[in-house]
């Protein structure tokens, strides 16, 4: 089962839920950014993650979108901050596993992000992993090998 702490999860859902909002992107060449759009809906979002010495300093989102696929990619960028690249990843893999094989607390994801369709709509599933997809991408070109960013680091270059 997933790390991710339930009361903190729902802390940040629940204001999601009191607050909607998505973020204002970065204009900065410290930020590695994706952007993510359905064909079949309005789903249209831009993730942006800061990543310095392998640990990801910052990440937020734009865009237009249904409330789950905001709320879940604004629970995704509260997550990921000041975790590393890895533990990034693995937080993704484990949310892909409650939702791919609805192997999840139905008391905390569907009080969470609206997932009482999503267990219920397979399409579903789509608005509730775009933003997560967007950020697998930009952890993915962040672990390529002679990623300009990650080779500066490496070598202590500016």
Same mark, same amino acid.
């Given at each position: 089962?997933?790390?991710?702490?339930?009361?903190?999860?729902?802390?940040?859902?629940?204001?999601?839920?009191?607050?909607?909002? !998505?973020?204002?992107?970065?204009?900065?060449?410290?930020?590695?950014?994706?952007?993510?759009?359905?064909?079949?809906? @309005?789903?249209? %979002?831009?993730?942006?993650?800061?990543?310095?010495?392998?640990?990801?300093?910052?990440? *937020? +989102? *734009?865009?237009?979108?249904?409330?789950?696929?905001?709320?879940?990619?604004? %629970?995704?960028?509260?997550?990921?901050?000041?975790?590393?690249?890895?533990?990034?990843?693995?937080?993704? *893999?484990?949310?892909?596993?409650?939702? *791919?094989?609805?192997?999840?607390?139905?008391? @905390?994801?569907?009080?969470?992000?609206? +997932?009482?369709?999503?267990?219920?709509?397979? !399409?579903?599933?789509?608005?509730?992993?775009?933003?997560? !997809?967007?950020?697998?991408?930009?952890?993915?070109?962040?672990?390529?090998?002679?990623?300009?960013?990650?080779?500066?680091?490496?070598?202590?270059?500016?």
């Amino acid at each position: 089962m997933s790390s991710i702490d339930p009361k903190y999860l729902r802390e940040i859902i629940m204001d999601h839920y009191q607050y909607p909002r !998505n973020k204002k992107l970065t204009e900065s060449q410290d930020y590695d950014s994706k952007h993510m759009a359905s064909e079949s809906c @309005i789903d249209d %979002i831009t993730v942006q993650a800061k990543i310095k010495d392998g640990v990801i300093q910052d990440a *937020d +989102f *734009d865009g237009v979108a249904c409330t789950i696929s905001t709320a879940s990619t604004d %629970i995704l960028c509260e997550l990921v901050k000041g975790k590393t690249v890895e533990e990034a990843q693995q937080i993704i *893999d484990n949310y892909r596993k409650m939702i *791919d094989q609805k192997d999840y607390d139905d008391d @905390i994801l569907e009080e969470a992000i609206a +997932f009482s369709t999503v267990g219920k709509q397979a !399409n579903r599933i789509k608005c509730a992993t775009i933003g997560w !997809n967007a950020m697998e991408e930009i952890l993915d070109d962040y672990r390529k090998p002679g990623n300009p960013a990650k080779d500066k680091e490496a070598t202590g270059n500016e």
